[in-house]
């Protein structure tokens, strides 16, 4: 008889974005001529930079002649890509890392979920509260929780971002095996200073543990103090593995292309507590189960890193990041305490009511459409989520609605 795996059955199913599409249809067929902006969904809505177009159109042709054609690609990714990487997201901030430790890979999603597969199922997880879900979720399919009791899994450890740690939570109190970081966050907006990831990184080594750290904001950092990458931090390599992405960047939801950073020096244990570099792990999970980007979307990822490439991102989360600004300041000017915003498309802020019920007022009288904090995690219970990823025109157009009801 074919069995489904268990762990499967566990899993809760995540209502909240269901539940924000739902409550919005009711609203619609109720009011049919509503004028709504969405500042909900965590997806940009700005067209590719122009360089990454060129160069889709350029690979798609070289693929349509038997002279330029490409089949399979390397494994971990072309090497013009690898080399760019290496180049401009990491040797030109002071991060000594090479092509050969830069996976190429379809997206940030795939591969913060599926890098746990290489770890025993007994290890102890640490997960941000509130998280992005993909964390929790790919932990529970690999059977390495208990059932859900009360918006949490039982074996998990949460690690709680509060307004009293600034939405950076502290080291943890029990033992910890393997955390994710994802910083600037999603959903809170938060960043971490240097001092705070030295922590981190210091607490691994001390604790034979691991770092998942998920970069796939990194380019919305506009304060020089705050680190890009882990591996700004003096002996990061050794005990961090970052998750990076083009989605956020450059555009790519609809694109797909991302890569993983697995240093040569990054570690696990074996059962008699020798270490194991996990680096060759990575590349025979990779070449079994997974056969690499497009040709064209490779070459339209490199065209991110040339000199046009940098200026046409900077100028799209510019424009995402005034948008934030606008939220920002009106949300203060109300008198919330808000987070995020400055370095991040995310702006989080306490509402001091229940996070549906607010969610429900200003999508009744605003016709604004958020995300309730509550769906991240208990810690974000009384919270709500706006995004910046709609238009200059819309987010004003939504700020003087809100500036009415509020
Ligand atoms: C958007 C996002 C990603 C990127 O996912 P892709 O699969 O590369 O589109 C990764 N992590 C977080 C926290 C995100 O919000």
């Known amino acids: 008889m074919i069995h489904i795996n268990p762990h499967y059955y566990k899993i809760q199913a995540n209502y909240l974005f269901a539940e924000v599409a739902q409550r919005v249809k009711t609203y619609k067929t109720a009011h049919p001529?509503?004028?709504l902006?969405?500042?909900?969904?965590?997806?940009?809505?700005?067209?590719?930079?122009?360089?990454?177009?060129?160069?889709?159109?350029?690979?798609?042709?070289?693929?349509?002649?038997?002279e330029t054609f490409h089949g399979y690609g390397p494994d971990y990714g072309y090497d013009f890509l690898r080399e760019a990487i290496a180049k401009v997201d990491f040797q030109?901030?002071?991060?000594?890392?090479?092509?050969?430790?830069?996976?190429?890979?379809d997206g940030a999603k795939c591969d913060v979920g599926n890098f746990q597969e290489i770890f025993d199922g007994n290890i102890r997880v640490g997960v941000p509260d509130p998280v992005y879900p993909v964390y929790v979720d790919t932990n529970v399919m690999a059977g390495r929780t208990g059932a859900a009791a009360d918006g949490r899994y039982q074996g998990l450890v949460y690690l709680v971002g509060n307004e009293a740690n600034g939405f950076v939570p502290g080291l943890p109190s029990e033992p910890v095996d393997l955390v994710y970081l994802c910083f600037p966050n999603n959903?809170?907006?938060?960043?971490?200073?240097?001092?705070?990831?030295?922590?981190?990184?210091?607490?691994?080594?001390?604790?034979?543990?691991?770092?998942?750290?998920?970069?796939?904001?990194?380019?919305?950092?506009?304060?020089?103090?705050?680190?890009?990458s882990i591996y700004e931090i003096p002996g990061a390599k050794e005990v961090a593995v970052e998750f990076r992405s083009f989605s956020k960047t450059a555009g790519f939801t609809g694109t797909r292309c991302g890569y993983a950073v697995?240093?040569?020096?990054?570690?696990?244990?074996?059962?008699?507590?020798?270490?194991?570099?996990?680096?060759?792990?990575?590349?025979?999970?990779?070449?079994?189960?997974?056969?690499?980007?497009?040709y064209p979307v490779q070459l339209a990822a490199a065209a991110v890193y040339t000199p046009e490439g940098q200026a046409q991102c900077r100028e799209l989360i510019a424009g995402y990041?005034?948008?934030?600004?606008?939220?920002?300041?009106h949300l203060t000017a109300k008198?919330?305490?808000?987070?995020?915003?400055t370095n991040s498309p995310y702006i989080w802020f306490d509402t001091g009511t229940d996070s549906w019920a607010f969610f429900d007022r200003l999508l009744n009288e605003a016709q604004v459409v958020t995300t309730p904090g509550s769906g991240f995690g208990n810690a974000g219970a009384g919270y709500i989520r706006i995004t910046a990823f709609n238009s200059r025109e819309n987010v004003e157009r939504a700020m003087e609605r809100l500036d009415k009801i509020l």
């Open 33 to 35: 001529e509503a004028d």
């Open 321 to 329: 990041l005034a948008n934030a600004q606008i939220v920002s300041s």
């Open 262 to 294: 697995v240093p040569n020096e990054c570690r696990a244990f074996d059962a008699s507590g020798n270490a194991v570099a996990l680096q060759p792990l990575w590349k025979r999970r990779q070449s079994t189960k997974f056969n690499g980007v497009s």
């Open 92 to 105: 030109a901030r002071g991060c000594d890392i090479s092509p050969d430790e830069i996976f190429v890979s």
């Open 37 to 66: 902006i969405r500042l909900g969904i965590g997806d940009v809505t700005k067209a590719l930079p122009a360089v990454c177009v060129e160069a889709l159109i350029r690979g798609s042709r070289e693929q349509g002649c038997d």
């Open 335 to 341: 008198g919330y305490r808000t987070t995020g915003g």
């Open 187 to 228: 959903p809170t907006g938060a960043v971490a200073t240097r001092e705070q990831l030295t922590a981190w990184v210091e607490w691994a080594k001390a604790n034979d543990a691991l770092i998942l750290f998920d970069a796939a904001y990194e380019f919305f950092i506009q304060d020089p103090s705050i680190p890009h």
